[in-house]
């Protein structure tokens, strides 16, 4: 498996995940195909900056460079109790179950670690969504609270997982 920075050629990805109902059933439902080229660019300009890890999972790229299994992200942003770093992931139909999630978010944090950059790390999966409540477990997340946060407009009822890449891998 492989994390490479998410780029425009990754429009198809992006509207597989994001416009798919199933794909999107945790996070409020699919979002609009028309949204996809702006959304990707987006992400693509903040990957190049380096102001967030936008990565997409490569699970062979020795044969199958161009197959992609889903995206693993890592980002900062505000909340009311200042800045928090959030990781999040979204893995394929045809990819679940292989484990190519846990293995996307374990090497994205370790890659964190290394960097010494990101401090500690949140997750924030609905409380429904057993594969990635299942992955902050098996990678060593803390649960902390189940609690209501805002995502594209909605509020969820999320567990709030936490992990310090520099003393709590797994």
């Given at each position: 498996m492989r994390l490479r920075d998410v780029s425009p050629d990754d429009l198809d990805a992006y509207v597989r995940m994001r416009c798919d109902p199933g794909m999107m059933a945790h996070l409020g439902g699919p979002q609009p195909p028309e949204d996809m080229p702006a959304l990707v660019l987006r992400d693509a300009g903040k990957a190049a900056a380096d102001l967030a890890w936008i990565k997409m999972i490569v699970p062979d790229p020795a044969t199958a460079p161009e197959v992609v299994a889903g995206t693993v992200n890592l980002w900062s942003h505000e909340t009311d109790d200042g800045p928090v770093s959030e990781i999040g992931w979204m893995i394929l139909p045809e990819h679940q179950g292989r484990g190519l999630g846990k293995r996307a978010v374990r090497t994205l944090l370790e890659q964190a670690?290394?960097?010494?950059?990101?401090?500690?790390v949140?997750?924030?999966?609905?409380?429904g969504n057993a594969a990635s409540n299942g992955i902050c477990r098996s990678v060593g997340f803390r649960f902390v609270a189940e609690t209501e946060v805002p995502f594209a407009g909605?509020?969820?009822?999320?567990?709030?997982?936490?992990?310090d890449p520099a003393t709590d891998l797994a």
């Open positions: 670690r290394d960097a010494g950059r990101w401090g500690v949140h997750a924030y999966p609905s409380t909605r509020m969820f009822t999320v567990n709030h997982w936490s992990i």
